[in-house]
């Protein structure tokens, strides 16, 4: 993978949350999505949080940057952090096989021998274990405990051979709670607390779910499902299944979590420098697309920037957490259904913010508020905002609202072109505003197409 340019500004950053300010009520809505919180890390503080929608549609209870959410998989990246944890401690190494801790953890099927497996091997998904063990907890909500974890060995967990290839599993994480379980002699929830939560401050953060976490927390929405109401899930515990999928965060505290998870820059940390580098180096391609896992990080690409983090659902939720460590930017996507896809707002805010970077500063000689707006056709909404001192058009409904934008550049006598890279639209050709009397336009024409305002 390449690597990006550097010395994004933060004026960058600033025009980006007007976009998303302009994007992501529209976006929602039309993707009818209850609720969604979204946060930007930048020099490693949190320059952006905001709430989109409903926490509780029932009640009328709107989302803010402090509501909480199941997190999901990013679970996993704090189990990574407390097998580091113990590694520089020397209480383990990342080659250890399971069984020299969990001597429970015995099977063999054809060549396959459990008695090989690595930790290192259950951190990178490599390890070949099946995914979710034998219960159908994603179903019915019962997640094992200690004791049915243990009880599902067996020669069936033994899928693949491992240390050939990825294979993602749960339970194998499950396992790697076991482990921090058995070193520390503390349960899992209380190492985590301890040696991670607590170093920084991460109070409205939480491994499981309990009573005292009710408060805060969004409502978790299903699927839209024809002719039926939209299934509101109870919340739940995960038991043995904690170190995969039970965390509980928010905005804020994941904004304090990402620069001491992937950050060389800051003093607030939880690894050393070498432990950083350990996780984040890719030990299996994980798609064709050339995304890579770590150690309980996934590693991408977007817009040939090197991107870690982590992405999960769990019933009613949908997360993803994002860090460009060459640029020191972090991005932050929780949603309250299981069918948003939060990787996907992620990805779009990361290629706004690379594409504004990219954007040449115009002169125009307008005054930019009189054109801002949204505008709507039979065809679609356009909105239109004043960036760099030129006018940018992009449709609310996308998924990355730069990727076909368009930008009016002034060329006197009231008219603009349409300069855009989508080939299908009206580009080189002119747009014009209509004002009626009023001091705001009332009507874009892009082309020959009519948008009215009605924002």
């Not at 067996?154 to 749960?170: A, D, I, P, R, T």
């Not at 969004?218 to 999928?245: C, D, M, Q, W």
Request: positive net charge; aromatic residues 10%.
């Amino acid at each position: 993978m390449q690597t990006s340019t550097k010395n994004i500004s933060a004026t960058t950053i600033k025009n980006a949350a007007k976009i998303l300010d302009a994007w992501l009520p529209h976006k929602i809505q039309k993707s009818h999505i209850p609720g969604l919180s979204v946060g930007i890390v930048y020099k490693n503080k949190l320059v952006y949080q905001k709430g989109f929608g409903w926490a509780d549609m029932e009640r009328k209870k709107k989302t803010l940057p402090e509501t909480t959410y199941r997190i999901a998989s990013i679970s996993k990246t704090f189990t990574a952090v407390a097998i580091l944890q113990l590694v520089e401690s020397g209480k383990l190494q990342l080659d250890d096989t399971v069984t020299q801790y969990l001597p429970w953890f015995q099977a063999n099927n054809k060549k396959i021998q459990a008695k090989d497996i690595t930790v290192r091997q259950l951190l990178s998904h490599s390890s070949g274990v099946f995914r979710d063990g034998v219960t159908p907890h994603w179903i019915d909500d019962h997640f094992p405990n200690h004791k049915q974890l243990q009880a599902s060995v067996s020669n069936n967990m033994l899928v693949f051979q491992h240390s050939v290839g990825f294979k993602y599993s749960n339970f194998g994480f499950a396992l790697l709670g076991e482990i921090i379980r058995e070193i520390s002699g503390v349960s899992y929830n209380e190492y985590i607390s301890k040696n991670i939560l607590d170093k920084l401050a991460l109070k409205n953060t939480f491994p499981d779910f309990s009573t005292t976490t009710k408060k805060e927390l969004s409502n978790g929405y299903g699927r839209i499902i024809l002719e039926r109401e939209r299934e509101v899930f109870a919340h739940i515990k995960t038991h043995a299944y904690t170190p995969a999928t039970g965390f509980i965060s928010n905005v804020p505290d994941l904004a304090k979590y990402l620069p001491a998870l992937f950050s060389s820059k800051t003093s607030n940390t939880i690894l050393t420098e070498v432990s950083k580098q350990e996780m984040m180096k890719g030990e299996f391609p994980i798609n064709e697309e050339g995304e890579q896992y770590g150690l309980g990080v996934r590693i991408e690409e977007i817009e040939k920037r090197k991107i870690f983090g982590h992405g999960g659902s769990f019933p009613g939720y949908s997360t993803k957490i994002s860090y460009d460590k060459e640029n020191e930017i972090g991005v932050i996507v929780l949603c309250n259904t299981i069918d948003a896809n939060a990787a996907l707002f992620n990805k779009g805010i990361f290629e706004t913010i690379y594409r504004l970077h990219a954007l040449k500063k115009q002169s125009n000689k307008i005054e930019i508020n009189k054109y801002e707006g949204l505008y709507r056709s039979r065809w679609g909404d356009n909105v239109v905002l004043g960036i760099n001192g030129q006018l940018m058009v992009f449709d609310p409904s996308t998924d990355s609202p730069l990727k076909y934008s368009s930008s009016l550049l002034y060329s006197g006598k009231g008219l603009f072109i349409i300069e855009t890279k989508n080939n299908f639209w009206f580009r080189g050709e002119p747009a014009r505003f209509l004002f009626q009397g009023r001091r705001k336009a009332t009507t874009m024409i892009l082309g020959t197409w009519p948008n009215e305002r009605i924002e």
